[in-house]
């Protein structure tokens, strides 16, 4: 523990934070917080461009509900989203809030920022260009 001084300039002690992680690399089905929905590829289609939904979680959860969580960097903070079904990644065609997701079959990198316990918003999601 440390030591910070308090409004009265007392030394008080200070909990080191928490260190925060993405999850594991796995399979998820992932929430939308503002929707209050989770991703879903739409109508389970396969190809490029097809559009990403919030829609209610069937249960079980449909393979189209389902998303490979692959960490980039140590911390998760760096990964891919790919759909377990069709095996596109998520894409943003705009970093704006509320943008459309699509699925892209081109490897897309997201940038996560935690928010809350288990929660996390993208910072920026790119399509890595390769050379």
């Known amino acids: 523990m440390t030591q910070q001084p ?3 300039g007392e030394e ?4 080191p934070p928490i260190p925060i992680t993405a999850p594991q690399t796995g399979t998820y089905s ?4 503002g ?3 989770y991703l879903d590829v739409q109508g389970g289609r396969l190809g490029d461009g097809t559009s990403i939904f919030a829609f209610n979680l069937n249960d079980p959860p449909t393979e189209n509900q389902k998303w490979k969580f692959v960490r980039q960097s140590p911390d998760g ?3 891919t989203l790919q759909s377990a079904h069709a095996n596109g990644f998520i894409y943003a065609i705009s970093l704006v809030k509320g943008t459309a997701l699509v699925q892209s079959q081109t490897p897309v990198v997201w940038q996560l920022e935690p928010c809350g ?3 996390f918003r993208r910072i920026l ?5 390769f050379k």
């Open 6 to 8: 308090n409004e009265r």
């Open 77 to 79: 903070l760096i990964c």
């Open 117 to 119: 316990e288990n929660a």
């Open 35 to 37: 929707a209050e929905k």
């Open 12 to 15: 008080t002690p200070v909990s």
């Open 30 to 33: 992932l929430y939308n917080i």
């Open 125 to 129: 999601g790119h399509r890595p260009s």
